[in-house]
């Protein structure tokens, strides 16, 4: 387990000067390195498209602001408005990005699709829930709002709002990890697609 404060995750502004990304883990964390997985969250303020990912699955989930509306390709226009409301698409797909009433936050999650994929999925939670190990398997929980308590192996980590945990599984010898607490989650599940 391996927690990663808020305030040890770079924010950077946009080449495009349209909102800024703090940038919560990648794998590798070498920024040199092309990553395996990559979780950050988005402000955007202005309405623009977005930098292109051949190669990379994306997921966006609104969490904070009145919604963006998102054309995809050639795809009919994709509306986010309420909050955990989530969208899946490539990452070299033309997309262009429209605020309906304001900016916004969002929670971004890319995988390289060769390798990865990954559920993403926003609970409330209200007292406790067992993460169990799966081979290859690595999880990533954000803290959106409230407190968590991660209990496993290796110890124990707290998680106030805006905190996120790494879990990795690839050990042997892993065990469960029991979460407990009162708040929102965004968790991520990485899992090898096959011959990845």
Known sequence: MRLIAAKDCHRTRWKNDGGWTTELARDPADDAT???WRVSIAEIESDGPFSAFPGIARDLLLLEGNGIELDIDDNAPVRLTRRFERVHFNGESRVHCRLLAGPTRDFNVMVRRDALRAEVVARPLVGSMVIFPEPGVEWF???FA???SARGGTGELALETGASL?????????GRVLLDGAGELVLVK???VAGG
């Open 34 to 36: 092309d990553f395996r």
């Open 141 to 143: 929980v954000h803290a």
């Open 146 to 148: 409230g407190h968590a």
């Open 166 to 174: 790494h879990l990795d599984f690839h050990g042997a010898d892993a």
């Open 190 to 192: 990485f899992a090898p």
